[in-house]
């Protein structure tokens, strides 16, 4: 059974930094992976999709890396800004259904 | 982009009676959406897969008939709370994928979610 960690949990930086949050998933045999943003109260966000035979991809201030070997992708956020607050979630898509972490729940203080 | 629409999105009800809630996907076909349950600080827990013109498929643990789910067309799928519970009070969210395209390069986008508070 898949299962999907993120590290860190929270996460609290002064605006302008350079962010890079963690997720980690025990089978390689996916077929994606998503990064999502899930803003209080509300549904998910996709920001990012990174296909199996794919090893990053980028979206204005967002990146992404998949390494499936070591079971790992990262979400790097440039130039972080107090409208990045949010929590941010990767589902891991194996079995046409993504198992999904609890998340990093990001505050960007001005 | 790809738009999900969840309605509604925060519903009050007592103890015994029944809630509906639709998602549709507004821009494009769905065969399959996908029902969750969002608890506090904790991950999306899949419920049921939706298939259109066919029986969902429910997850290990939880109750179909409790948990009604219809997908009549390819671009709606409800969920009834039937007699709800105290216990059934959550943050319920649903997601599709487009059906056009392969599973590995369509991404899942989802609803704004349904606050449900049963008293």
């Known amino acids: 059974k898949q299962e999907v960690t993120q590290i860190p949990a929270a996460l609290s930086v002064p605006e302008g930094e350079n962010l890079v949050l963690n997720c980690s998933f025990t089978?390689?045999?996916?077929?994606?992976l998503q990064w999502f943003r899930q803003d209080p109260g509300k549904g998910l966000t996709s920001l990012l999709l990174?296909?199996?035979?794919?090893r990053e991809q980028t979206s204005g201030r967002l990146n992404a890396s998949l390494d499936k070997s070591s079971g790992r992708s990262t979400l790097y956020i440039a130039a972080s800004q107090p409208g990045d607050s949010a929590t941010y979630l990767c589902?891991?898509?194996?079995?046409?259904?993504?198992?999904f972490g609890r998340g990093t729940s990001l505050i960007v203080h001005p | 982009g790809a738009v999900v629409s969840q309605h509604p999105s925060r519903v009050i009800c007592k103890s015994g009676t029944s809630v509906k809630i639709e998602c549709r996907s507004l821009?494009?076909?769905?065969?399959?959406m996908f029902w969750y349950r969002q608890f506090p600080k904790k991950s999306l827990m899949l419920m049921a897969t939706?298939?259109?013109?066919?029986?969902?498929?429910?997850e290990q643990g939880v109750e179909k008939d409790k948990f009604l789910i219809n997908h009549a067309s390819l671009t709606l799928s409800t969920l009834t709370v039937t007699s709800a519970h105290p216990e059934d009070s959550s943050f319920y969210i649903c997601?599709?994928?487009?059906?056009?395209?392969?599973?590995?390069?369509?991404?899942?986008?989802f609803g704004n979610g349904t606050r449900l508070t049963v008293t």
């Open positions: 997601s599709a994928r487009d059906a056009v395209g392969g599973v590995e390069s369509s991404p899942l986008h």
């Open positions: 089978d390689s045999a996916i077929y994606n």
């Open positions: 990174i296909q199996s035979s794919q």
């Open positions: 589902g891991a898509g194996g079995s046409y259904i993504p198992t």
């Open positions: 821009d494009f076909q769905a065969t399959t």
């Open positions: 939706s298939n259109e013109g066919s029986k969902a498929t429910y």
